[in-house]
């Protein structure tokens, strides 16, 4: 559904997309993941024909970005960042107007079965500046929704929004990709991106890697430890002090520590704080999260880079 | 088709969602018309005079008499000296004093020429020249009837005008400049409001974030261009019809040409200076730098060089030149040629023509900057 | 001797015309707490955290910072606190050290101590080497940690920071909250706003606003505890703890 090779962007001296090669396939559920300023936006930009390459190939749908915009515009349904929507106009008016716009037929049964589904029926006639977050998102996909597109792009779609609201927008989602879209969305929460089919990290405009959210945690070099303590800032100073640790952060309470290859297993590091005063810690094998893995695998693009 | 009336209708949705601006768009054009109409007018009337008579007979009452007589003085009383008479006009309670010396009367009557003075306040020079005129014209007025009467009493053929013979003013007694000024302002005011309109228009969809969403549909430039276009040329067309109105109606300014080709006119223009204000809002993305260019680019040429304040002959090289390029002088020539001389298309097909290049011209740059994409 | 709280608030209502921005709102904050005020968009965080700063007057109930009455001794209460606000307030146009520099002033840093603060700051926001690079180049991770410099140049006893990582990527996110251990360790009391839920692991206490209310409080165990399930995440805590406050909603209005 989307191919894209050598995909490069400049913006003056500034390289911000450099040589992205990646393929979609219909169906997927893609997340582009990554800091600010990795590029991930005006990726998308590129791919929804918004943003003009500077060098490189991108194919959607079938079609060309820079060769078959109209094409290209006519297949895919694109949700901003701030989600494009009119707040003086109502639910009805917001979605009449994309209707037009994509010239859609039987708009109107559409529309009554788009609001039937996301449960926004009741207010078809408030004013869109009037509603909550998560129900201007609602609005928000099912404007992109309503001439029926192949390929949805959703540029960070859930920020801000409440988590009962979040957790509905991808009840949604989850159906509309039973139903054969494909979907291609950047994002900044990690546990969001857990729910993607595949993931790409995105670091300095290049991609770094491409796998499963399980995958991408298999194929971290190191083990996860996480330790849990009284104190656990003084028992994360101790463990940068040990051999065989190449990190430890303190995620909320809890600290997430990386053992290299061959290093010191959970008693180890138990046994370790213990000798040195920290005696209530428990320390554990678990699989880090995507945010763990996100940070280990910069940390390791920015040691190549330095080094 | 179906794209373009879809952004005309929530572009008309905006427009009555948002009261206070739409009353602005029709109001506007009003208060403006009435206020420059007002504060622009050549003519005075009412202007305050005093009136020193050291002659005291009935010949010199009866030169006052014309003064007090005619609507452009107001006698604002009589004095009995020089010092009054300046003071009068130092604190600005009078504008003008009339000083006719001692023996007028007596002069008149041998047939002798008989001097009388006029003291004018000079800070307003407009007004000062206009009072001399009104006045010269009254002085003169009366001179003609002594002449005649004097005429008629000696039986003598040629004689020289008593009274100042050295006036010499072709004084129009039905100068009205509002008849030139009205026509020439419309003009103004519907460039101001065309440009101030549009130019908010796509840079709010840039500021609000919808802008990105508009471009990834199929919507083609052209059809954003003419679809938002239709909306604000809706207000246009109400404005310019109530300033015509308000300027036959108020103003009481002829009507002697072709209303069908004043509107067609003004429709070619309004869609120039629509399509102008949508360059900038789309050049500028930002709301604030759009609106204040569009004042000062619809404003000042249309104010300075369009040839209703000054006129375009009279200009030097540059501003002539430069005047060449502002639209609102072609349709400040159609306004004035319709209404005041009532010429057609013979006349002023060049103006016409004119106006529809630029606006298509326009037209044409705006479509090609919304082609562009984000970055 | 239990020293007194840094924030107690006390019914705390808001309301803007008809709409009711803060609804009975009671809680209190101890010296030196890392307290999480977590929710999504529009909840009332901001309002809440407005009123306690002294910038916005409640329409009833009590707000006490550092002993003083955010209501009607505003000016005490201002200069007992570092506000951070969402935009990070730092004028894009002047370089770093000038952002410290005119912060400084506005606070009334003393001037012998002023070169200190300065120093210290460059050195919390890991900006030593680039106090003459005009802010507005600066990436978001490193403006918030000058923001957060500018906000405690004064040395304030609480600090208030209202979404401080909307729009910060997960590293710098995990470095800021390093910073903010770093204050509460030095014994300032931390009040911070967010509406990443997974957040609230890094706070003592954390509450979840909804709709004006909150709806739990307490420690990120203690509110884990509730749901009995070792994997729950903070979200699915809240995400629960929403369903429940909205289905008693639904029962009520039937």
Known sequence: MIEVR??????????????????????????????????????????????APTSGEARVAGFDVTREVDQVKDRIGYMAQRFGLYGDLTVAENM?????????????????????????????????????GGMKQKLALMCTLLHKPEILFLDE??????????RDFWVILRRLVDGGLTVFLTTAYLDEAERCGRVGLMHGGRLIRVDTPAGLKQALPEACIEVRCGDPRAARALLRGMDGIASADLTGSALHVFVRP?????????????????????????????????????????????? | MRRTRAIARKELLHIARDPRSLIMALALPMVMLVMFGYALSLDV???????YDQDGTAESRALWDGFRGSRYFTIVRHVDGYAQAESDLERGAALAALVIPRGFGAKLVAGERAPVQLILDGTDSNTASIALSYARGLILAHSGRVQTEWRLRSGAGEVPPPVDAQIRVAYN???????????????????????????????????????????STPVRPAELVLGKLSAYFLLGAVDMVTAVLAGVVIFGVPMRGSTWLLFLSGGVFLFGALCWGLLLSAITRNQLQAYQLGLLSSFLPAFLLSGFVYAVDSMPLLPRAVSAAVPARYFVSLLKGVFLKGVGLEVLAVELGLLAVYALVVFALVTRKLREKIA | ???????????????????????????????????????????????????????????????????????????????????????FSLYNDLTVE?????????????????????????????????????????????????????????????????????????????????????????GQTVFVTTHHMDEAEYCHRAALMYRGRVIALGAPAELKAELKDDAATMEDVFVRLIERENAADTGHRA
Request: aromatic letters at 6%.
């Open chain 1, 6 to 51: 050598g995909l490069t962007k400049k913006f003056g001296a500034v390289t911000a997309v450099d040589g992205l090669t990646l393929r979609v396939e219909r169906g997927e559920v893609f997340g582009l993941v990554g800091p600010d300023g990795a590029g991930k936006t005006t990726v998308m930009r590129m791919l929804c024909t918004l943003v």
């Open chain 1, 96 to 132: 009449r107007f994309y209707a037009d716009l994509f010239g859609v037929e039987g708009e109107a049964a559409l529309t009554e079965q788009l609001l039937e589904m996301t449960r926004m029926a009741p207010f078809r006639d408030r004013y869109a500046a009037q509603l909550s």
């Open chain 1, 157 to 166: 779609p859930t920020n801000g929004v409440d988590p009962v609201s979040r």
């Open chain 1, 262 to 307: 061959g290093g010191p297993d959970e008693e180890a590091v138990r046994a370790y704080l213990a000798g040195r005063g920290i005696s209530d810690a428990q320390a554990r094998r678990i699989l880090p999260s995507l945010e763990d893995v996100f940070i280990a695998t910069i940390r390791g693009e920015a040691a190549v880079h330095a080094g």
């Open chain 2, 45 to 51: 009337d009412q202007i305050p005079a005093v009136i």
């Open chain 2, 173 to 215: 007694s039905e100068l009205k400049s509002k008849n030139y000024i009205v026509p020439g302002l419309i003009a103004v005011i519907l460039m101001i409001i065309a440009a101030l309109l549009t130019s908010l228009a796509i840079a709010r969809e840039w500021e609000n974030g919808t802008m990105e969403e508009l471009l």
């Open chain 3, 1 to 87: 001797m239990r020293a007194e709280p840094a924030v107690v608030i006390e019914n705390l209502v808001k309301r803007f015309g008809s709409f009711v921005a803060v609804d009975h709102v009671s809680l209190e904050v101890a010296r030196g707490e890392i307290f999480g005020f977590l929710g999504p968009n529009g909840a009332g965080k901001s309002t809440t955290i407005r009123i306690l700063c002294g910038l916005l007057a409640p329409t009833s109930g009590r707000a006490v910072v550092q002993g003083f009455d955010a209501g009607s001794q505003p000016e005490l209460v201002k200069a007992h606190i570092g506000y951070m606000s969402q935009r």
């Open chain 3, 98 to 186: 000038e952002n410290i520099e005119f912060f400084s002033g506005v606070y009334g840093v003393a001037p012998e101590r002023r070169e200190d603060r300065k120093a210290y700051a460059l050195r919390m926001a890991g900006l030593e080497g680039h106090r003459g690079v005009m802010t507005g180049l600066l990436a978001g991770g490193w403006k918030q940690r000058l923001a957060l410099g500018c906000a405690i140049l004064h040395e304030p006893p609480v600090i208030f920071l209202d979404e401080p990582t909307s729009g910060v990527d997960p590293v710098a996110r995990r470095a800021f909250w390093d910073l903010i251990h770093d204050l509460s360790d030095a």
